[in-house]
């Protein structure tokens, strides 16, 4: 063992004999640990509701959106009515794009607004076309319905209605289940003799999604292709856009470049991170303010170690100067005492590891605080443990503590023997 690990380990056991600087020292210890402790559980809570808030976004959007006047080229609108090149124009586009590299799945849909109305009241509501064969495989909210099936968006049989997929909330609020008729209102009408007239077709209820975000569960609603083009009175083939999903959310962006290299001029593709960038950076300087004030935590407890380290100087003068006589240089003395605020720094760091990540594994599994569901987007506090910010806090513990040795470590450090004896 080294002779400034010795000094310092002997002093820090012997500490008991001083009752009030031993006491200061738990304080340092309890400060970081407590600290660190916090910054874990609060970070942990933070990627949990990020994570959260990230996934049902996804859920219900894709990850990436191409929009512009190539998707409605005369090849996939054929205004001839040819549908046969209409079906194999949009195929061809799909191909190319899910050949791209990291391209899960693509799905073409139509956008538009309009008034869903049922004997209980009427609606804004914010419909999607979308193809039932593909888009269960772009938007994960479509896999897991609360009730009812996608396939049945289209009409099962000659004469029968075609389906509408709504939110929970909307279904709640206009006394919806499945089967029930609906009849949605198209701002996109005609000039009549008796004026404008919307267009309004009749629809079933064929499913009801929740995502927990109320925003989506109480104005979103989703028909098929063909049902939104006869809504909307479009020619056969046209579409709105068509929306990716990607196998790594986070190179969207690398793939919407190449997704519009691949289709050239004419595409916009729009990618998840652009389209909440104002929401995830919200969220980002909210945690970047968390770990600032609960940094102070640690602070706290880092001055209490310089309180410590002055009054340990000031009670081992003696001591200090006998070592400095027997050839104890002032970097050997110096590290000393560094090596005493690093122990006690690493001890209260490693204790607020275990409780900070306790804690946090048991919010994990059982789940004992809950949330209201009506007003946050799940019902219990999500933790996601993220072992780089695990590390980052006790980095930062670790870096505090260093630094509030340096001022009493350099006292000590420049004691001059004959002075600190002259009395003894």
């Given at each position: ?26 304080i ?49 609108a ?44 009427v ?20 896999g ?54 919307p ?131 002032r970097?050997?003395?110096?590290r ?21 990540i ?10 004992f ?22 590390g980052?806090?006790g ?30």
């Amino acid at each position: 063992m080294r002779f400034e690990a010795f000094i310092a380990l002997r002093y820090l056991a012997g500490r008991r004999k001083q009752a009030f600087i031993y006491l200061i020292s738990l304080i340092s210890v309890l400060g970081v640990s407590i600290g660190v402790a916090a910054l874990v559980i609060v970070l942990g809570v933070y990627n949990g509701f990020t994570t959260d808030i990230r996934e049902k976004i996804l859920g219900a959007n894709a990850h990436i959106i191409l929009t512009g006047q190539a998707l409605s080229a005369p090849d996939l609108a054929a205004p001839q009515g040819d549908s046969a090149n209409v079906s194999s124009g949009l195929a061809t586009t799909l191909d190319r794009i899910e050949a791209v590299p990291g391209v899960v799945g693509a799905t073409p849909f139509l956008y538009t607004e309009g008034m869903l109305s049922s004997p209980r009241g009427v609606k804004g509501v914010v419909l999607r076309g979308i193809d039932p064969s593909t888009a269960p495989n772009v938007l994960s909210i479509l896999g897991t319905l609360s009730s009812g099936n996608v396939a049945d968006l289209d009409p099962q049989s000659p004469g029968a209605l075609p389906g509408v997929i709504v939110g929970r909330e909307l279904a709640l609020r206009l006394g919806l289940v499945p089967g029930s008729r609906v009849n949605l209102l198209s701002p996109a009408g005609q000039k009549t003799a008796a004026g404008f007239q919307p267009r309004i077709r009749p629809f079933r209820v064929a499913g009801v999604f929740q995502t927990g975000m109320y925003e989506y569960d109480s104005s979103l609603g989703f028909i098929s292709l063909n049902a939104g083009r006869d809504l909307l009175a479009l020619p056969e083939g046209r579409i709105s856009g068509v929306e990716v999903t990607v196998k790594n959310v986070y190179e969207a962006d690398k793939i919407a470049d190449a997704i519009e290299r691949e289709l050239g001029s004419g595409i916009i593709a729009r990618h998840w991170m652009e389209m909440n960038a104002n929401l995830f950076a919200a969220l980002k300087l909210e945690r970047i303010g968390m770990f600032i004030v609960l940094a102070m935590v640690v602070l706290v407890g880092s001055f209490s170690i310089v309180t410590t380290l002055v009054m340990l100087v000031m009670e081992k003068t003696r001591d200090i100067a006998i070592l400095k006589s027997m050839g104890a240089t002032r970097s050997m003395i110096r590290r000393v005492f560094i090596l005493q605020g690093v122990i006690i720094g690493a001890v209260g760091t490693l204790l607020g590891y275990a409780l900070g990540i306790g804690i946090a594994l048991l919010l994990q599994r059982y789940q004992f605080i809950k949330l209201p569901p009506g007003v946050y987007t799940l019902d219990h506090l999500p933790v996601l443990l993220n072992w780089t910010d695990i590390g980052l806090v006790g980095a930062s513990a670790m870096l505090l503590c260093f630094l509030a040795t340096l001022y009493p470590a350099g006292q000590a450090a420049g004691l001059v023997p004959a002075e600190a004896l002259r009395y003894e």
